[in-house]
């Protein structure tokens, strides 16, 4: 008798979780970029494509502004009404902290050094959860300013510009602090907080997130390594938001790498990611 109840509890438990999670009630929403229930790898959002119109990949541009042209298919863009959830893009140019758009229109980028440069852009749901489609991701390379011949040309190039060929990791959150190097950049227009969509989906703790192009995490296969204020976390397998839970109020460092399954850095221009972040 008491193997039979045993068993019976073992069967009714999880039925139990399953019936609570049912009733568990998410905003209603009109488009798939707003629901809570989706995540960035959902199938609502596999065919979705983003590409960089202008600059062209590889281009040779002069003056001090960029015109930031995109083309997105499948994923919108904005709120739907005046305070509504903001699904948006992330522009991350070089390795510098990205910043935020949300609308497809022409932008213009200042504060660009001279030199060779490497714009990726990401898009995000609207509480900043990468969108992990196959195409979620769009690259260009470019030139500002006279290209340098030769040598060091190609050097420069070299250091500043990822082979798409190869695997690639895009680090996108925590967004953090540019270094004391890093270029004065701005974008315009934007035309909300930029806060306000993180009030989509709170989170209690800061969460790693990141684009991978070219490669497969797997136990067996490629993996990210993070170091948390100088303490190496378990090697991340699963391409998922990392919950940093040991990232406690106050300034924090992270540095991210690209390992092969060999346990080997994968050598690609912007595959390490060294950042400063702070929580409350």
């Known amino acids: 008798m008491k193997r039979i109840l045993l068993a019976f509890l073992l069967l009714a438990a999880p039925a139990e979780a399953r019936r609570r999670t049912r009733h568990v009630q998410y905003p209603k929403t009109e488009r798939p970029e707003d629901d809570l229930r989706l995540k960035g790898d959902a199938k609502a959002f596999s065919k979705v494509v983003v590409a960089i119109v202008a600059p062209a990949d590889l281009a040779l541009l002069e003056g001090t502004e960029l015109k930031v042209q995109l083309r997105i298919d499948g994923y919108a863009l904005g709120p739907l009404a005046p305070g509504g959830p903001v699904p948006h893009a992330h522009l991350i140019v070089d390795n510098e ?40 991701f769009a690259l260009a390379r470019f030139w500002l300013g ?29 967004i953090g602090e540019a270094g004391k190097d890093a270029q004065d950049l701005s974008i315009e227009p934007i035309e909300h907080e930029a806060d306000s969509a993180v009030q989509a989906e709170p989170q209690r703790a800061p969460v790693l997130d990141f684009y991978l192009s070219g490669a497969r995490l797997l136990r067996r296969g490629d993996k990210v390594r993070v170091v948390l204020d100088r303490r190496e976390l378990p090697l991340t397998t699963e391409w998922k938001p990392l919950l940093l839970k040991r990232a406690r109020g106050g300034a924090h460092k992270i540095t991210v790498d690209l390992l092969n399954r060999r346990g080997l850095k994968v050598k690609n221009a912007v595959n390490r990611t060294d950042r400063a972040f702070a929580t409350p």
Do not use: Q
């Open 146 to 174: 006279p290209r340098l011949e030769g040598k060091a040309g190609r050097a420069a190039e070299f250091v500043a510009w990822p082979d798409p060929k190869k695997p690639i990791l895009t680090y996108v959150l925590p």
């Open 97 to 136: 902290p990205a910043l935020e758009i949300d609308l497809a229109a022409p932008l213009v980028l200042s504060g660009l050094r001279k030199g060779p440069h490497a714009l990726r852009v990401v898009l995000c749901r609207p509480w900043h959860e990468v969108v992990k489609a196959p195409h979620a």
